[in-house]
């Protein structure tokens, strides 16, 4: 059984993503005694980010950059809270053909992330 799911991200500016997390997409950061570090938590989500500044690029990875589906209760509601906080939308809100009312996100950093409800949900 999986219990939880965390995420484990390379940024090449931690206080800059930390913002980032914090400001657009509305996570809490979460200081640890280790300066290389910072985890992000919203509701159940959780993200691990290191800073490292060497590391390739998530742009680089093209289609690749996808490191997380996160299934919410309201997409509808989510989408116009990230709107409003100037979020960087790869993919507007619509109904797909499996069944889920998503869309998707490009962090600061080049991450996506896509979010997600049940299309009968709404």
Known sequence: MIRRCRYVIAVPDLRRAAQYY???LGFEII???DSGWRFFRR???FIMAGECPEAL????????SYFAYLEVDD???LYADLLE???????TLRVEPWGMR???IRTIDG???MFGSPANAS
Request: net charge negative; charged share 35%; with cysteine.
């Open 57 to 64: 690029s998530p742009g680089a990875l093209g289609d690749h």
């Open 43 to 45: 509701d159940e989500c």
């Open 85 to 91: 906080r100037g979020a960087d939308f790869v993919k």
């Open 22 to 24: 914090r400001d657009v």
């Open 102 to 104: 998503e869309f998707g």
């Open 111 to 113: 991450h996506r992330i």
């Open 31 to 33: 200081e640890i005694p």
């Open 75 to 77: 997409a509808e509601a």
